[in-house]
């Protein structure tokens, strides 16, 4: 895990000249920085008289708050004992400090976004909640339990170092195959990187156009299968669809470790096109793409374009970039000097750990995702709750080395997707532009990967006709977000502005689960309905195993 978490940062000289360009800029004007410190230590000052005139018994008045939806110092003894309470709010106060001295300083945007991190991953990490001695939570727990809650977080801890990660969910809650990605289908068709599942009717009549979900290949295809009641491929296949959803394989074997770009368009998108519209006896499908597997099928249908093949009647994004020129916080990881040591590394060949992945995306959320769970764990002893969404979150899959090195390099380092022609896919030069089809763009608000504002970039590229909508909550939170939960709200506007900001102004907010919306209008693009096929595959494509098929299974 600690070998994980350092691989976050740069290497020694780049580190220090992060923190050299910060010195830099203050250095040549002081005066902003004097500023700075002379209100820092009035504020301390305040804070130390608040905590001499409190009364015994009460707490004093604050100098500092908690940002709204901040549960770290949730606990009673956070307030009301004057020692916790003034740990609580100095840490406060220098977390203030820290982030005015980045913000204030004149730096060009990209060197103050690094810094934004890098600063934020320090004030995180030294929280005071994150220490035993300084945790009151934990210490009055080691007390009431004599003992056995610091015991039971010594045990937790030495399974996660076996595991090399911290544990956010009670794994033996959930197996795939069991509670999760329940869904009735069948395997079809596997070759070496992916198993293609048909799933059954669930109505006597479906729809003429089949529907092919292409799921994030940097993670497992369950995330849009997770239980009944979550389930959007359920959802889908209840609506009369006959979905058939891609399963990417889980690099594990050195000899997979050579695979690219091109054979995971090649042997995976177009390999599912071209199975799903043969078992359906369709000429064109319509296709969903999820994340990176969003901008797979995105590359895929530029690609069919070019070769004057029109196999795909509309298509579905949801929470991905096709135009990385904003690609939020994991821009940080990627440079020139970090990008050319991978390619060194694993650019010929090699295997890119899923674990080292999901690290990386925690950190993104280092409170939520890491140091809530290190308090919990290790300091409380408390196992996590049951959550299937940060079990699918842990459950990662490694990429090959090639593969890998070649999307960071050309989406976010280069950024030459947008460009027409500039990238080719299989051998032939593509054009986002020349996607002329039917366009369904999901981004979500809070979405801390794929930037909603990021996301509507796409419409700038896409020349089809498209509606975008804008969910709540994050990444995977606002996609998964079922009707009968009657939770949340998305906002619409079909009048494509200039910029995302013009864009909210005039949307409309609706509340519950854009599902609903997105099934109203994937419904005029799926050529009317015939009887449901009494059993999946057909003639060359027969049923391989039941599913969620084997390489689903397959665990770092």
């Known amino acids: 895990m600690l070998q994980n978490f350092l691989k976050l940062?740069?290497?020694?000289?780049?580190?220090?000249?992060?923190?050299?360009?910060?010195?830099?800029?203050?250095?040549?004007?002081?005066?902003?920085?004097?500023?700075?410190?002379?209100?820092?230590?009035?504020?301390?000052?305040?804070?130390?008289?608040?905590?001499?005139?409190?009364?015994?018994?009460?707490?004093?008045?604050?100098?500092?708050?908690?940002?709204?939806?901040?549960?770290?110092?949730?606990?009673?003894?956070?307030?009301?004992?004057?020692?916790?309470?003034?740990?609580?709010?100095?840490?406060?106060?220098?977390?203030r400090f820290l982030n005015d001295v980045v913000e204030t300083a004149e730096l060009d945007e990209p060197a103050k976004h690094r810094l934004r991190f890098y600063t934020r991953q320090l004030i995180d990490a030294m929280s005071p909640a994150n220490f035993a001695a300084t945790n009151p939570e934990a210490l009055r727990l080691a007390l009431d339990t004599k003992g056995e809650s610091l015991h039971a977080?010594?045990?937790?801890?030495?399974?996660?170092?076996?595991?090399?990660?911290?544990?956010?969910?009670?794994?033996?809650?959930?197996?795939?195959?069991?509670?999760?990605?329940?869904?009735?289908?069948?395997?079809?068709?596997?070759n070496e990187l992916i198993q293609l599942i048909q799933y059954q009717p669930a109505t006597a009549n479906v729809r003429k156009l089949p529907l092919l979900m292409v799921p994030p290949c940097i993670n497992k295809f369950y995330i849009l299968d997770l239980q009944?009641?979550?389930?959007?491929?359920?959802?889908?296949?209840?609506?009369?669809?006959?979905?058939?959803?891609?399963?990417?394989?889980?690099?594990?074997?050195?000899?997979?470790?050579?695979?690219?770009?091109d054979d995971y368009i090649a042997d995976g998108v177009m390999k599912a096109i071209e199975v799903a519209r043969a078992i359906g006896k369709s000429d064109k499908i319509n296709a969903l793409g999820f994340c990176v597997g969003g901008t797979l099928l995105a590359a895929a249908l530029a690609l069919l374009r070019a070769r004057g093949e029109e196999r795909v009647a509309s298509v579905t994004l949801l929470a991905t970039m096709l135009d990385f020129s904003y690609p939020g916080?994991?821009?940080?990881?990627?440079?020139?000097?970090?990008?050319?040591?991978?390619?060194?590394?694993?650019?010929?060949?090699?295997i890119l750990s899923g674990r080292e992945l999901a690290f990386v995306f925690s950190a993104l959320r280092a409170n939520d995702l890491v140091w809530s769970y290190v308090v919990n764990n290790y300091l409380k002893g408390k196992t996590p709750e049951a959550f299937d969404i940060l079990y699918w979150n842990a459950d990662s899959t490694n990429l090959p080395?090639?593969?890998?090195?070649?999307?960071?390099?050309?989406?976010?380092?280069?950024?030459?997707?947008?460009?027409?022609?500039?990238?080719?896919?299989?051998?032939?030069?593509?054009?986002?532009?020349?996607?002329?089809?039917?366009?369904?763009?999901?981004?979500?608000?809070?979405?801390?990967?794929?930037?909603?504002?990021?996301?509507?970039?796409?419409?700038?590229?896409?020349?089809?006709?498209?509606?975008?909508?804008l969910g709540a909550s994050g990444h995977v939170a606002g996609v998964i977000n079922p009707p009968s939960k009657k939770r949340r709200s998305f906002w619409r506007n079909d009048h494509l502005c200039a910029s995302a900001?013009?864009?909210?102004?005039?949307?409309?907010?609706?509340?519950?689960?854009?599902?609903?919306?997105?099934?109203?209008?994937?419904?005029?693009?799926?050529?009317?309905?015939?009887?449901?096929?009494?059993?999946?595959?057909?003639?060359?494509?027969?049923?391989?195993?039941?599913?969620?098929?084997?390489?689903?299974?397959v665990r770092v």
Not at 171 to 182: H, P, Q, T, Y
Not at 236 to 254: C, K
Request: charged share 25%; aromatic share 12%; hydrophobic share 40%.
């Open 501 to 553: 900001e013009e864009w909210l102004v005039g949307a409309e907010e609706t509340p519950g689960s854009w599902w609903s919306n997105w099934n109203a209008w994937l419904e005029g693009f799926s050529g009317g309905v015939r009887a449901a096929p009494k059993k999946s595959g057909n003639a060359k494509f027969k049923a391989i195993e039941p599913a969620p098929g084997r390489y689903v299974k």
């Open 9 to 95: 940062f740069p290497l020694g000289s780049e580190l220090g000249q992060v923190w050299q360009s910060l010195l830099a800029a203050h250095s040549a004007d002081p005066s902003r920085l004097g500023t700075l410190q002379t209100a820092y230590l009035q504020q301390q000052l305040a804070l130390w008289g608040s905590m001499l005139a409190r009364e015994p018994g009460k707490p004093a008045g604050p100098v500092a708050t908690t940002d709204k939806g901040d549960k770290r110092f949730a606990g009673r003894e956070w307030r009301e004992n004057p020692y916790y309470d003034y740990l609580r709010q100095v840490y406060l106060l220098n977390s």
């Open 329 to 350: 916080d994991i821009g940080v990881f990627v440079d020139e000097a970090s990008m050319a040591s991978r390619e060194a590394a694993i650019g010929k060949g090699g």
């Open 401 to 469: 080395g090639p593969m890998y090195c070649w999307y960071v390099r050309n989406m976010y380092l280069e950024n030459k997707l947008r460009e027409p022609g500039e990238l080719s896919m299989c051998g032939v030069p593509v054009d986002l532009g020349a996607i002329r089809l039917p366009t369904y763009i999901l981004a979500t608000r809070e979405d801390h990967i794929v930037p909603w504002k990021t996301a509507y970039l796409s419409t700038r590229h896409l020349k089809g006709d498209t509606r975008f909508v």
């Open 228 to 261: 009944p009641e979550n389930s959007f491929v359920r959802y889908a296949v209840e609506q009369g669809n006959t979905v058939f959803m891609v399963s990417w394989r889980n690099i594990t074997e050195d000899n997979l470790g050579g695979l690219t770009w």
């Open 153 to 190: 977080g010594i045990r937790h801890l030495i399974e996660d170092v076996k595991q090399g990660r911290v544990s956010m969910s009670d794994e033996s809650a959930f197996e795939v195959g069991r509670n999760l990605a329940v869904t009735p289908g069948e395997v079809v068709f596997e």
